[in-house]
């Protein structure tokens, strides 16, 4: 008679673990949301503490964020010191593991050869921290996010890893996309001008190159002398299109269009903050390629 009091056992085993509560996950980046919830699936619940359409560059942590980091398991940051507040925030947490998503992936510097006197985190001779922007950094962040969640969640272990994974092939389908729309594009446009320096990665991975423009960060006034420079950059290299960014204004780069002729492209997503159908990471990816290959394409 063990059969019955078996089959009872694992029906409460069951029961036990479809009602276990999802584990707690903060983001403090609006594609590291996404991310988390790509690869916790069900067994998490994400708080995106930037949130849709915020920007990771001005977020800084209040205290009704702190109190949902504490009572997380896990906080995920994007790291390549693009919050300049997360030693600070490390200490406050103590017993809440932090982890810097973009860590161990690959790094790109900063242009050295322009003095655009961007934000610290876009200064020359730094990290860029905009990882986010190569769809392979993208795919082995998936990884990092399922191994640093099994840590906290073993028995979701094979979940994180199959989510991962899965994701990870959808990244592959949306890489191969990317480069055959892009591939529409004449090797002569192959030039990125835009509103602030965020694009090294995905120029890197797609065969860009970026123009270093001079303080085209919409936090800051362009001199007269930078504004010059940028326009004989952008003269020089004979591109058809430059582009704006959503949550920048486009007033530097509508003077810099009227002075060298080029037309603005549609604004691209720079920080994941797309909103509606453009939130994550996908339609980031697909936004900005659209834009890029639609603007810069032989008629
Ligand atoms: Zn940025």
New binding site residues.
Partial sequence: MTQPILSGLFTLVAAAHASAAPMQVSALHPLMADLARQVGGERVTVFDLVGEGGSP?RFEPRPADLAKMQSSALVLAAGKNLEPYLSRLKETLKEVTVVEVGRTLPSLMVGTDEDHGANP??ADGTVD??WWHGVENMRRAARVVALAMAEQDPAGKVNYLLNAGAYGERLGQLQRWARSELAKVPQAQRKLVTA???FGYFAQEFGFEVIAVAGLNNEQNNTPQELAKTIAAVRLSGVKAIFPERTASAKVLQSIATATGASLGEPLI??GNGTGKEAGFEAMIRHNVDAITKALAAP
Wanted: glycine share 0%; aromatic share 0%.
């Fill in positions: 560059h985190p876009h921290p905009h602030h320096h965020a720079a920080d």
